[in-house]
Structures are given as structure tokens and as C-alpha cells.
């Protein structure tokens, strides 16, 4: 027995180059964790007015670089890192060429230094920069170039990843013709179409619009256009931070609870379906929006429903992989076989504590969603405890919780304790289910978002489930929690990779109960799922912002045309290319009457 362990070999052993490079993502993204949540306990403590070390005035710097800091690095850093260990694992074969692997990390890498840097900038007033604009970044906000230019360096970065991914999935297709693309890859595959798709219309907004106007190349822009254009992109992008957290939930989490994945098949409509309906609902952040026709709004919130079922659908199918985990452990009863989990284990209990609270956060979803009752907490602190629930605890809580898992693969280290890894977990779903659900009674209570003093003098808010006073305890309690548990681990972490190198810490993923062969092979063709996702995307977006366009112009009320500078390079252009365009046609013509 003992022999066998030792002679399976682990990841890194079986693909050093990868496993360092998946190794370099993960510490970036927890650099970019820590930062974050350093932000983050200072704006908690300043908002509810424990402790101010912080003038207010600095209050939008600390915000953007904790949301910056946390939902574009700290979870897109985890993603190439986990895509780029499942694409290898899951095709068995190493990447086509590491070079270029080293190649879009580094420009990750680069961009988002670029864009930290004029966010950290803000904090000294002699430095003349600042980008003070929120992880959401659209006008009338403007930042500083260096910010805009960081992110499109960075998405670039992230295209090319993707790119690098699909090439070496061809190169494995052609050694295996025949073969079903493994699960892992299919996910990765269809989550990165999602991102090309979203990240388009932010590319769009950043250097059609943002950069040029902050730049000073053009005088305004259209707010509405930029505010629409980032939430084309604003909806997606939170799959694109949920997507892998399913990935670990569909093929990890069954393998850690003793079983196996109830459906492969399943699991791809699933991501299909998140292919088709992600973006075509981003409208529904602007229920409130003047400007945008309450049809279009409905639209969005029809779609917005029809989004719920995959997520539904992973509800259903994680919790019977994990049950028939449990039952094949001894598990029985009808919740009986709860008890016959591995709850001691870190990464086990921190999936399940991320996914229990996935199913609070997703129902305030729902409530968001539904066009009525958003306008009731639009713009209040439910918001900031709903994505607390999601982005920063089903997906953050997973990313951690299966670091203690893939860590030991990636690098032949034990972990260095897996019972503070479990103490943290835990500590982190009591600090969220205290600070969240706090965040999301004061929202009811009307208490804003987004701003340092949200006690305005003299208001009295109306009691409801508990007091202000009350609440603001609760979301400290909670926000200290939080940090605590990043330290511990951090601190694991950064232990592990002083502990020494062993053998024997390869894991294997077992097959589904119901395999690929079971699903029908369309659910393979890419191409055709992509194609749908982009005419549903024209049928959403098409008119709202033609309508858009239509009423405020390209760049905002009473300018016509787009930049001034621009109108004579087009004309030249144009001039330039009457000749060819007929002396294309002429050939055209000759071509055709040759072959006819
Ligand atoms: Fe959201 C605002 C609607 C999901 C993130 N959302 C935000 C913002 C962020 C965000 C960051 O319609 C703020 C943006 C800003 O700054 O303004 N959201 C939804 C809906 C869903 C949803 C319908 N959001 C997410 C996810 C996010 C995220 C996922 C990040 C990762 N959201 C909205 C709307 C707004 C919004 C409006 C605008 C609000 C406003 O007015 O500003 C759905 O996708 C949710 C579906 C989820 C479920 C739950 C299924 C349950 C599962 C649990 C499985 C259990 C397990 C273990 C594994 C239906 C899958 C169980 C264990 C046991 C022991 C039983
Ligand atoms: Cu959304």
C-alpha cells in the first residue's frame, strides 16, 4: 500500500515547470489578500466608527484598493492559477509552451501592479495621482491613465492566458481525436468564452472612452454608455469569480467527502448555461438608472431568473455528490449521514461552510433581482453584505479552503497545521455570517453604501431587527473575524512553505457516477454554445444601447462625433482606400465571372 502511494506522482513531480507557475499565481492572489484585507479592517472599523486611523477623506482610496485589491487580483490570480493546474491535470499533458505561460503572467502581473499604483497613489497628495473610482470604475468617476492602463495590460494578460489554455486542449484533441473533453478543461474552456465575451465591452469602455478622457484626449463621455458597458462586463465578471469555486465544488469537494460526482453531464449544462446567461442580464444593476427604458429592465430581470437554475442545479447535484460521499463512508438516515463527513478536515468543512453560505447569499440575490423590491436596497449596505455572502465567501472561503488541498500537490509540502486551517475557516463563516448579515439589516434600515459617516448626523434610523448602534457591532465583530482568519492563513501558509519536501501527497480525482458518455456530445461543441451566448447578448444589448447612444451621444449631450482628432485620420483613411476598396471590387468581378 505504502508503495503504491509512494510511486503515484504528484502533480509537481509529474509537471514542475506548471506547478511553479500555478504556485506564482496562488501567492500573487494572496498578496493581493492581504493587502485587501488590510484595507478592509481599516474601512470596517472607520465605517462603524470603532477605530478611525484614517481622515475620510481617504475613505474612497481605501474602498477601491480593498475592492480592487480583493475581486480583480485576489480572485483572478487564484483563477489562472487553479485553471491553469486544471487543464494539466485534467488533459494529463504539460502546457504547449511554458514560455508563453511566463509570458501572461507576467503581464497579469505587470498590469495590475500599474493600476495598485495609481490606487495607492491617492494616499500621498504630492504625487498628483490618484484613482479613486471603486472597483467599479465607471464615469463620472475618473481615474488617473496609469489605472485604466493597468486593468487593459491585465486583461490582456488574462486573454492570453485563455488562449494559452485552448491551444494546449487543441494539441491534446489532436493526440485524442475521438475522446470527450475532460470535465475539469470543458469548464475552463467554457468559463474563459464567458470572459471573452464579458471583458469585450469593458475593453471597449476603457479605451474607447475612460483612457482617452482621462488622458485628456476628449473632453466627456456619455456616463449612462460607460455605466451600461461596465455592467455588460460588471455581471459576468462575478461568475468568472464563482466558475472555478464550482469547479472545485463539482470535482473536488465529492473526491474530499469520500465519494464522487453524482453528474458529469450535469455539471456541463450548467456551465453552458452560465456561457449563455451571464451576460445578457447586466441591466439588472440599473434598475434605478434614469436614462435606460423600464422594458429593457424587465428584459434583464426575466433573464436574471432564468439564471438562477444553474446555480439551482449545482445546489442539488454537490449535495448528492457529498451525500453519496457520506453514504459510501457508512452514512445513513435522512440527514443522519451529515455526521459520517470529514468535518475535521480544513478544506472539507470550508467548501461546505462556503457553499451553506452561498445559499443565504444567492437568496439575497434573488431579492436584488427582482425589480420591485431592489429599489428598496439598491444602493444600501444589503448590497455589500449580499456580495460578502458570494464573492466573499462562497468563493473566497473555497479558494482557501482548497489552497490546503492543492498546496500539498503543487509543492510536496504538508500543510503546516491543518487545525488552525480549520480554526480559520471556521472563524471566517462566523466573521461573515455576523458582519453579512448585519450589512444586510442595516440595508433594510436604509443605511448607505459607499460612504465613510453613514451615521448623518441627527438622522434616526427606524429600529427594525435591531439597532444602528447594534448592527455597527455586529459588522465590526465580524470584519475583525475576517481578518484574523486571512492572518492564520496567511501564517499557515507562508509555515508550509518553510516545512520540507515529501513524497506521498498525490491526490487522484475519481470518475462520476454518471460519465461524459452520458451526456450528449453537443454539449462539446463550443462553438455552437457560443454562438448562441452572442446573439442572446445582440438581442439583450442591441437596443438599450442604440437607445443609449441615440439620446445622450457617443460621448455625452452635444458632441456629435467621437474625438475631433479622430474625424480627419477616418477621412483620410477613407480617402486612401477608394482606390483599393475598387480595385478590389473590379477584381472581385473578374474572379466571379471566371468562375462562373
Ligand atoms: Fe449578485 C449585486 C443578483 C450571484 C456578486 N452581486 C452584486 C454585487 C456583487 C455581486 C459584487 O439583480 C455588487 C456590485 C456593485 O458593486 O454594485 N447575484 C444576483 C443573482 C445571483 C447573484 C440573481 N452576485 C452573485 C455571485 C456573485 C455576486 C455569485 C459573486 C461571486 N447581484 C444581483 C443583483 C445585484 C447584485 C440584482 C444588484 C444589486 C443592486 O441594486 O445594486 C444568482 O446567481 C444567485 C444564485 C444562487 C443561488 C444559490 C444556490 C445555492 C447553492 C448552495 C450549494 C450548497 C453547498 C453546500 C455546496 C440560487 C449553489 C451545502 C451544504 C449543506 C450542509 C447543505
Ligand atoms: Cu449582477
Redesign the pocket.
Known sequence: MSQAIEAEQSFVDKFPEEARLVRAALLSSFFALVLGAIFGIVQTLHRTDVARIIPSTDYYTVLTAHGVFM?ISFTIFFLVGLFTWAVVRSLDRPLVNTKITWTWYAIMATGMTMTGVAILAGFFPALDMSADVL??FYAPLQAHPLFYAGLTVFIVGSWIAGADWFRTFLAWKREHPDERIPLQTFMVLVTMAMWYIASSAVAASVLLFLLPWSLGLIDQVNPTLTRTLFWFF?HPV??F??MPAYLL?YTVLPKIAGGRLFSDPLARVVFVLFLLLSTPVGI??Q?LDPGIAEGFKFISMTN?MF??LP??L??FT??AS?EYGARQRGGTGLLGW?TDLPWRKPEFTGM?LA??M??A???S??V??GMNI?YM???TIW?PG??HL??GT??ALTFMAATYWIWPQISNKPIYSRTIGLFQVVVWFVGMALMSNAMHAQGMMGVPRRTAEPEYAGFDYPLMFGGFEELNVQIAIGGTLLFVSTILFISNLVLTMGNPRVSGLAESLPPAISGPDDAPRVLDSLRLWVGIALVLVVLAYALPLAAIINRGGLLGPGVGTYPAWVTPVLDALAGAMTPLVSVLGKATALLVGVVA
Open positions: 475581486v472597483f467599479t460588471g462575478v461568475y469569480w464563482l465544488w439588472h444593476h434598475y436574471t439564471l438562477l446555480s439551482l449545482t445546489a454537490v449535495v457529498v451529515l461546505m457553499g451553506l452561498f445559499a447569499g444567492g437568496f440575490g434573488m436584488n433581482a431592489n436596497i439598491h444602493n448590497v449580499h456580495f458570494t464573492v462562497a468563493v
